[in-house]
RNA sequence: GGGCGCAUAACUCAGCGGUAGAGUACCACCUUCACACGGUGGGAGUCGUAGGUUCAAAUCCUGCUGCGCCCACCA
């Protein structure tokens, strides 16, 4: 047997080990330097040769509480658009950091705290209390950031950014200063959303509406004078405490006779006080509102309780109704609420309101109601609105450039569909309340004399300058203890990051960024904000395209979470994890646990689904299938480095001119493909882009190319057209291997490493220059001469099938077909005979009668296949084979001929569709008439 | 109450006006010298439903049904 003269020992294993390389290549690129970014070149203008353009992508900040998800690992897409601009020779900076993230990180801490030493927050005080909390950040705070290194992120570590370091707080107080004196903030007494359990206002956004079975009750009011009573209706009686009017329709005559009346509240204690500590009598006015009050629901009297609800607070200040407050900051009714209440939480206060109206005989009904209760999107706890003074941000006029600027396409967002979201709510936007009751975050930069005064400024000097022109020296100057809202300072990231508010090299070479590329799910809590103050303080948008992904699910589409307990860890993935770690579900499914998959397939498989607009639901079988791609490519290359003549190949422009059509056919078709990946990426359809390379390197490269071109490697010798076929090989496998690098970025540099390139262009795949596609490549006659030799490979395959031949049985076969298609598809005689078992091969113009004989029969566009069986052949089911065929075939042609002859087509469709079916039409025609010929023949 | 999205093969999804596709799973055969994480061949869908527009509809329009999401203060 003719032994190649490959000489090298196995250069690698057979099966691809993911988990040795990945460290070993992330430690390499990072100790190089390649993630580095150096604005120099951005800074040039862009006429300069060595000019490079920014591609510039801030990373969306995890929590320092976190540890890493499914939703994280989403980063691959911006890794694969900075990997990809890097490739192509753009300045390309991903730029990582983490964020405090106020509450939650906040909540965290208290929770251990509470755990370890059953202490509070308040047990420490808020100086201690955050030394713990920097002291927990700097232990775990380094974990994620691991975690992003484990999953290949081509991050440039030497930019990492905190929201608390000073640099960025610096940043906050500069905005929080500048927005107050130009007008912008300002302080308000009024309802806030209070969460109960955090202690803290929270802003509309961070409270979630969730429909909740409960309850209508209906209370009877009586009337003061004594003439009767009227019944309201409510979902909260323990609030009645707090009601300081009843409110019918004006137009409601069951009522008429009830204006100006008033009513005694049930259960009020003697004293109630409002707001302002005056005392409020028992007695509280009918008053008509037409907004508040509809007709139909309920008994149409509504009880006005402006202390806790944001319509009847409205109402109130409609009315000039006092305000009574009956909840305290904790969830406990305070003194207002009477003796029998006090101290007694919302819930239970409730059941108590309802048995003592009971008692005196003023319950008058209960019925099933659903409502929209709002929960502390942190912590799930019922939010109260309470009144509250708090700081605001003035929204309207930082959302009119915002608006704008998406209007006139300075930002595009991908998918264009939530372009139409974000206008409504910038359009609907409310003021922004950004004062939060913790002490994680940055504390708000105002300080307060005696009298109440606010003084707003970049530090304590500056504040008690002020405070000193106003009130002489020695005034004591009070901070304000509140923090700001996490997004706050999320709201600056795209350019406090790069060193703002000084004028740094950075900013001028890196923003505006490239793209924010993040979950849709943070569109208005983030996306929008930075869109206000980037432009504000900036006067440019802060990234040119928002493009938001879909959420990651489970297999079964339901959101990841903890209390599902279906969360998946990345990591888990990757490097394999125990059955006792697997979600529920998947321990039934995966009894041993999961095997190790590796970093790159879990990234292209997140790439490949990150289609625009769907969800994402992951299951592992299909990191699997990728896994088995990864291996698939791995052993291509094993092939070729085992195969091809030790040393550098030759360049493909050198040898073009002994390439054969298989050669040419693999460079016309990869040529093609890196030029539809790139349009795919620069789409942001990166499953295209997957997609694409993916059919390439198995379906066209392995199925096809290295099955042909196996002869000319074999052979003994240096021939021209060896060499020829080492240089197609490796330079395929170098292009391809670039075009795969952002997804795949450890395998295939592991790999590109090793190939015995004609010239290495760089040290790392990672700075190879990437294929746009070259179409000087494109061969169309070589396509056409390969597909001759497939089609013909199939056809015999097929009838081996068919007729259930023993794949390793070699048989003699007869061809007929065009002289030029049977020249394209023999040339490759020795790899047809291989792929297909064949014996012998024999050419044919025309398969007369006695050839076909005793043979199985294919018919294909180019070719009439004969197979002689010699006796073997079954007669009666092949008569059934061929009559499927036609039959087959014959649906098909009437199915369009049905379309041709239709007057109208003719007259309406486009030239060529029609030209296209009639060829069809014809092609079919002709393939029938043999096939039936095949059959008559057979008896 | 508004707005958005989705219903295509057993599963997960692509296609979005001109012959129904992929991956996985499935069936049969094969340990052939890169790869059994493999090879070859195969089966599998009236493209949710009812209408409409068009020469032509999975693809455009309308109604309906079923899911999902977002926004909104109905007691």
């Avoid at 420490?124 to 955050?130: A, D, I, K, S, Y």
């Avoid at 329709?249 to 005056?278: C, F, I, N, Q, W």
């Avoid at 006005?304 to 109704?321: Q, S």
Wanted: proline share 6%.
């Amino acid at each position: 047997m003719k032994r190649a003269m490959s000489n090298t020992p196995e250069p690698l294993p057979k099966a691809y080990d993911p988990s040795e390389v990945e460290t070993r290549w992330y430690a390499h690129w990072e100790k190089n330097g390649y993630f580095t970014a150096n604005p120099e070149p951005s800074l040039l203008p862009p006429e300069h040769p060595d000019y490079r353009r920014p591609y510039v992508i801030v990373i969306p900040p995890p929590n320092v509480t976190g540890s890493l998800h499914m939703g994280h690992a989403m980063y691959v897409i911006e890794d694969v658009l900075i990997r990809w601009h890097r490739m192509l020779g753009d300045n390309a900076m991903w730029l990582p950091g983490v964020d405090h993230a106020g509450i939650a990180t906040q909540m965290i801490v208290e929770r251990e705290l509470k755990k370890n030493e059953n202490k509070t927050r308040h047990d420490l005080g808020r100086e201690q209390f955050l030394e713990r909390v920097w002291k927990w950040k700097h232990e775990s705070g380094g974990r994620i950031t691991q975690q992003l290194r484990a999953l290949g992120f081509s991050l440039d570590w030497t930019r990492e950014r905190f929201t608390m370091e000073p640099a960025l707080s610096k940043a906050v107080t500069e905005v929080f200063v500048r927005l107050w004196e130009e007008g912008l903030l300002y302080q308000s007494s009024r309802l806030i959303n209070w969460c109960t359990s955090c202690h803290t206002a929270l802003s509309d956004l961070e409270v979630d509406h969730e429909e909740e079975k409960g309850k209508l009750w209906e209370i009877a009011y009586p009337l003061e004078d004594g003439s009767g009573e009227v019944v309201v209706a409510t979902t909260r009686p323990e609030t009645l405490l707090g009601d300081t009017a009843v409110a019918v329709h004006p137009k409601d005559p069951r009522y008429a006779s009830m204006h100006g009346k008033r009513v005694k509240l049930p259960l009020a204690p003697e004293t109630r006080t409002d707001s302002e500590g005056r005392k409020i009598p028992r007695a509280i006015p009918v008053v008509t509102d037409a907004i508040l009050v509809d007709m139909a629901f309920g008994s149409g009297v509504v009880k006005v309780t402006p202390g806790h609800d944001f319509n009847d607070f409205e109402t109130g200040k409609r009315h000039a109704l006092p305000l009574v407050n009956v909840v305290n900051l904790d969830g406990t009714l305070n003194e207002n609420a009477g003796a029998a209440l006090q101290g007694k939480k919302v819930d239970a206060a409730r059941k108590e309101v309802l048995r003592l109206l009971h008692e005196q005989g003023l319950l008058r009904g209960e019925k099933d109601h659903t409502l929209a209760r709002g929960r502390c999107q942190r912590c799930s706890a019922v939010v109260e609105p309470l009144l509250s003074t708090q700081w605001y941000v003035r929204t309207k006029p930082l959302a009119g450039p915002a608006i704008t600027a998406v209007e006139y396409g300075k930002t595009k967002i991908i998918p264009e569909g939530w372009t139409k979201t974000y206008m409504h709510w910038m359009t609907n936007i409310q003021d922004w309340c950004i004062s939060r009751q913790l002490w994680w975050g940055h504390q708000i930069p105002a300080w307060y004399a005696p009298d109440g005064t606010v003084f707003v400024a970049r530090d304590e000097a500056a504040a008690r300058e002020q405070a000193e022109k106003k009130f002489g020296e020695g005034v004591v100057l009070r901070r304000d203890e509140d923090v700001l809202d996490t997004w706050f300072s999320s709201a600056l990231w795209p350019f406090s990051t790069l060193g703002w508010p000084e004028r740094t090299k950075d900013m001028d070479a890196f923003y505006p960024g490239a793209v924010l590329e993040t979950g849709f799910d943070i569109l208005f809590f983030w996306v929008a904000r930075m869109m206000m103050m980037g432009l504000h303080f900036t006067g440019e948008v802060p990234f040119r395209h928002v493009f938001l992904h879909a959420m990651v699910r489970d297999e079964k589409g339901q959101k990841m979470s903890k209390t599902r307990g279906n969360v998946i860890d990345p990591l888990d993935v990757v490097n394999g994890a125990p059955v006792e770690r697997l979600p529920k579900e998947q321990q039934k499914q995966h009894p041993e646990g999961w095997r190790p998959q590796g970093a790159d397939s879990l990234r292209i498989t997140l790439a490949s689904m990150a289609a625009q607009g769907r969800d994402v639901k992951l299951s592992i079988d299909r990191v699997e299938g990728y896994k088995a791609f990864i291996n698939k490519v791995w052993n291509a290359a094993r092939f070729a480095l085992m195969r091809v003549t030790p040393g550098p190949v030759k360049s493909i422009d050198e040898v073009r001119a002994d390439m054969s059509p298989a050669d040419r056919w693999i460079l016309s078709r990869l040529q093609q493909v890196a030029a539809e990946v790139n349009v795919a990426l620069a789409e942001y359809r990166l499953d295209e882009a997957t997609g694409g390379i993916y059919h390439f390197l198995w379906d066209e490269f392995c199925d096809w190319y290295i099955e042909m071109s196996k002869p000319a490697l074999m052979e003994e010798g240096q021939s021209p057209a060896k060499r020829a076929c080492e240089a197609t090989l490796v330079h395929v496998l170098d292009t391809s291997l670039r075009l795969l690098h952002p997804f795949c970025p450890f395998v295939t540099e592991e790999i590109w490493q090793k190939l015995p390139l004609a010239r290495r262009e760089s040290p790392t795949v990672m700075k190879a220059a990437y294929p746009r596609g070259e179409t000087a490549w494109h061969d169309e006659q070589a396509e056409s001469s390969v597909g001759a030799v497939m089609e013909l490979c199939s056809a015999v395959r097929r009838l081996r099938a068919d007729v259930a031949l023993p794949p390793a049985k070699k048989v003699p076969v007869r061809v007929a077909g065009s002289a030029g298609a049977r020249t394209d598809a023999l040339r490759f005689e020795d790899a047809l005979k291989r792929l297909g078992a064949i014996e012998s091969i024999e050419q044919h113009d025309a398969l007369s009668p006695e050839k076909t004989k005793q043979c199985a029969v294919m018919v294909t566009t180019r070719f009439q296949v004969a197979l002689p069986l010699e006796g073997l052949l079954d007669v009666a089911a092949e008569k059934t084979r061929l009559q499927k065929e036609i039959d087959k075939a014959l649906k098909e042609k009437g199915s369009i001929e049905g379309r041709v002859n239709h007057e109208g087509f003719r007259a309406r469709a486009p030239k060529d569709v029609i030209e296209k079916d009639e060829a069809r039409v014809k092609e079919i025609a002709e393939r029938v008439e043999r096939l039936k010929e095949t059959l008559s023949r057979l008896g």
